[in-house]
């Protein structure tokens, strides 16, 4: 999960190095359609069917997470990259909830008491700088309840079908659905927006694909906590790279995430993991995490 975060926060770089050019719909199109082709060629040289008989959950998905990522795309071409982060840093909050009540999972007192300790360090990153009441603020807080939902539909998927099956199609409902909203609104990119939304797609493939081990791996509550770590890197990326500079508050709450996720880490062992995760899960393609709990 920590790795699929680098690349999540890789694809937003990637977006808002080209958000001067493209529409949010054109980025979630370009994202659909590039990091679908690469999984889809993998699942044709393996010859793995894209078809299941769990695929109204599977469409569920892609149109949730279509939705999420639309949500996020926005916010991340009209405010700071580290605020968006931050915001979606609530969804693992969701997702322990929605765990609880669709999964049956039962996190531990201790995991709520970590979770809690992100979500007032990612306050403290954004507190957020244009106001929770702001649209672009209110949008970014949407993509976290959709992406919860996305999250759980995933760890539910994960016990009887394939990462790459998975992934391939929530790329698929990403670019059938953004199409026809794009096209309206269509502007044509230069070459170097193009390649910027290209290497977007392709990173997304990698993230989502890490993504979808790590809940194959550990329960929803666990494994999306680990997602707090695409907190600092959106940091490093938008001092690096734009200049936006966190004050002393902000790197508080950027410590207190890292804290947090560290001591999840060392309270969480695989052995107890293992004792969490779904006892029978069908073998799936080679890029399933094993089952001893490590992604």
Not at 135 to 160: D, E, I, K, Q
Request: positive net charge; contains cysteine; aromatic residues 8%.
């Amino acid at each position: 999960m920590v790795v699929a975060s680098f690349f999540f926060v890789g694809v937003a770089a990637l977006v808002k190095a080209a958000s001067h050019e493209c529409t949010a719909m054109q980025a979630v199109l370009y994202r659909g359609v590039f990091s679908g082709l690469p999984l889809l060629v993998v699942m044709g040289a393996r010859a793995m069917p894209v078809g299941s008989p769990r695929w109204r959950l599977l469409a569920l998905r892609g149109a949730i997470g279509f939705a999420a990522l639309f949500c996020y795309l926005w916010g991340v071409t009209h405010i700071p990259l580290a605020d968006v982060l931050a915001l979606q840093q609530l969804s693992p909050v969701l997702v322990a909830l929605l765990a609880v009540f669709l999964l049956g999972e039962r996190p531990a007192p201790r995991h709520w008491l970590l979770v809690g300790l992100c979500v007032g360090g990612a306050l403290l990153v954004i507190r957020p700088t244009r106001g929770l009441v702001a649209l672009p603020s209110l949008v970014a807080v949407m993509s976290a309840f959709f992406s919860a939902g996305a999250y759980v539909a995933v760890r539910a998927l994960t016990r009887t079908e394939s990462n790459l099956r998975i992934v391939i199609w929530f790329s698929g409902a990403s670019a059938l659905l953004a199409l026809p909203a794009a096209l309206p609104d269509w502007r044509w990119l230069s070459t170097e927006s193009h390649l910027l939304l290209v290497g977007a797609g392709v990173t997304a493939a990698f993230a989502q694909t890490l993504m979808t081990a790590a809940y194959r791996a550990a329960p929803a509550h666990i494994a999306s906590a680990f997602s707090y770590a695409s907190v600092p890197m959106a940091y490093l990326a938008g001092l690096l790279v734009w200049d936006e500079r966190p004050d002393l508050l902000s790197h508080l709450g950027i410590l207190l995430i890292i804290a947090a996720g560290v001591a999840l880490l060392l309270l969480v062992r695989p052995d107890q993991l293992q004792a969490r995760v779904a006892p029978a899960e069908p073998p799936c393609d080679r890029l399933e995490a094993p089952r001893g709990g490590r992604a």
